[in-house]
């Protein structure tokens, strides 16, 4: 069975650093494209990172480059999110999601909340 399950999301300040998590079961992340998506409330779904496969190349939102940071674990099939100097703008739900060729698996998500 498939499976996705974020996790690490919670309640930081301002400029404060998180780290998510994203397990993957039923398949290997090594052969997949991962990406980590968010959605704030009242906005659509935006992409925030990709790690291609293979090669392993990342891509970036042009307003996460520089703070956060896409890696994958192919020992523990978990992919990362690294979030540094974090703003209040960055508070939403992050998915992470797999894909290959028509492929396309989504996790349930993680809060995360940038608030003083």
């Known amino acids: 069975q498939v499976q996705l399950v974020e996790s690490g999301g919670g309640l930081v300040q301002p400029g404060g650093s998180l780290r998510l998590s994203c397990a993957a079961s039923?398949?290997?992340?090594?052969?997949?494209?991962m990406s980590w998506y968010r959605q704030a409330p009242g906005k659509e779904r935006e992409l925030v990172a990709t790690?291609?496969?293979?090669?392993?190349?990342?891509n970036y939102a042009d307003s996460m480059k520089g703070r956060f940071t896409i890696s994958r674990d192919n020992t523990k099939n978990t992919v990362f999110l690294q979030m540094t100097s974090l703003k209040p703008e960055d508070t939403a739900v992050y998915y992470c999601?797999?894909?290959?060729?028509?492929?396309?698996?989504w996790g349930r998500g993680t809060q995360v909340t940038v608030s003083s």
């Open positions: 999601s797999a894909k290959r060729a028509i492929l396309n698996y």
């Open positions: 039923g398949f290997t992340v090594s052969n997949y494209a």
């Open positions: 790690i291609t496969s293979p090669g392993d190349t990342t």
